[in-house]
């Protein structure tokens, strides 16, 4: 069982927000633990909260009619989710599933609403999560409307690399997250086949180096000169 009082120390979540606030927090949240591959929450949910990962990582992913999935992002320890939903009030806007075993720390909408009420400087600390959501968003659909698969994906494997990445003996850096070749299709909406032949491309020029469900970077340079 985790220990909230852990996470007042030790964990990014509270980063930079007051002690007070920080302690009112803890006193209104409960932790959640999710097996691997549970479901947090589904797309049309009530938004009756906010979501701070403290363990593992959780998927964002939206499903077609027809059952085609989209990977939005996989949300990394020490970010918050849930937050759109939160302020709008509007149903949840993906599907979120636990990669791995995870925990989350849940803060109820009518507590949280209460405390910026009382504290309405604490805006500050939060609408930075919707701005650089909205910012990440914004690229998604640039991306795909200006660039090549093969800049889009060049782009994908850095931002995974900066959040991911690890130095772990090898050369260059290891993704350190379990990436299969369905997933980065599904991140970017196109064909396994497709994402493969770019992968491959990648990896005889020598600025990648794949492995089953893992990426390495060998090549960081080689990979911005993909989106010149």
């Known amino acids: ?42 797309q049309g949910d009530e938004g009756d909260g906010l979501f701070g990962v403290i363990k593992g990582r959780i998927r964002l992913s939206n499903t077609s009619k027809d059952g085609k999935e989209l990977l939005v992002m996989l949300v990394q320890t020490g970010d918050w989710i849930g ?59 640039e991306g795909a409307a200006l660039f090549s698969l093969a800049e889009r994906l060049a782009q994908r494997i850095l931002e995974l690399l900066k959040f991911y990445g690890i130095d772990d003996g090898g050369n260059g850096r290891l993704i350190d997250v379990h990436l299969p070749q369905e997933d980065l299709a599904k991140m970017l909406g196109v064909s396994r086949q497709a994402i493969s032949r770019e992968l491959k491309r990648l990896e005889t020029e020598g600025i990648i180096e794949l492995a089953y469900g893992k990426l390495r970077v060998l090549d960081k340079l080689g990979l911005e000169r993909q989106l010149a």
Do not use: W
Not at 18 to 42: C, F, H, I, K, N
Not at 118 to 140: D, G, N, V
């Open 1 to 42: 069982m985790i220990d909230k009082h852990q996470i007042l120390s030790t964990n990014p979540l509270l980063s930079g927000l007051p002690s007070d606030v920080v302690e009112q927090l803890m006193l209104v949240s409960t932790v959640r633990e999710l097996a691997d591959g549970e479901r947090l929450y589904s």
């Open 83 to 141: 937050e759109i939903s939160l302020f709008d009030g509007l149903p949840r806007s993906h599907d979120a599933f636990a990669v791995g075993n995870c925990a989350v720390l849940y803060l109820p909408r009518e507590k949280f609403n209460t405390l910026l009420k009382a504290r309405p400087e604490l805006y500050q600390y939060f609408i930075p999560m919707l701005c650089r959501k909205l910012r990440l968003a914004l690229s998604y659909v």
